[in-house]
């Protein structure tokens, strides 16, 4: 039984900065982790990602520059740095997790075993 639960979200104005995280029970060393966001109505896009072997993110072209991914393995928790923020940056963020990372497939929904139930992050003008 594995539970992510994701905090730090909020409201923010353009080029705020907010540093969402997300704690997980239940799951074993050795994982990726990883956010996508979503808007309603529209689909699931992938965020970054940390893989726990590697010494490298891997970022969606929006938000390179701007965010910042990393964990705390003693912790099972996984941090997303997010700067300079823009309005276009709305939406829920859900952290994820996996056993077998793909770097094909990584920026799938599929490809990800556990998923959080979300923080809101809002950035207004």
């Known amino acids: 039984q594995v539970q992510r639960v994701e905090s730090g979200g909020g409201l923010v104005q353009t080029g705020g900065l907010l540093k969402p995280s997300c704690a997980a029970s239940?799951?074993?060393?050795?994982?990726?982790l990883g956010w996508f966001r979503q808007n309603p109505g529209k689909e699931r896009a992938f965020v970054a990602a940390?893989?726990?072997?590697?010494?490298?993110?891997t970022y969606s072209d929006p938000v390179k520059g701007r965010f910042t991914i990393s964990r705390d393995s003693a912790k099972n928790t996984v941090y997303l740095q997010m700067n300079s923020l823009k309005t276009e940056d709305t939406a829920i963020y859900y952290c994820?997790?996996?056993?077998?990372?793909?770097?094909?497939?990584?920026?799938?929904?599929?490809?990800?075993?556990?998923w959080g139930q979300g923080t809101q992050v809002t950035v207004s003008s």
């Open positions: 994820v997790a996996v056993r077998v990372w793909s770097p094909k497939l990584m920026q799938t929904t599929p490809h990800w075993d556990y």
């Open positions: 239940g799951l074993p060393a050795g994982y990726s």
């Open positions: 940390i893989t726990s072997r590697r010494d490298r993110n």
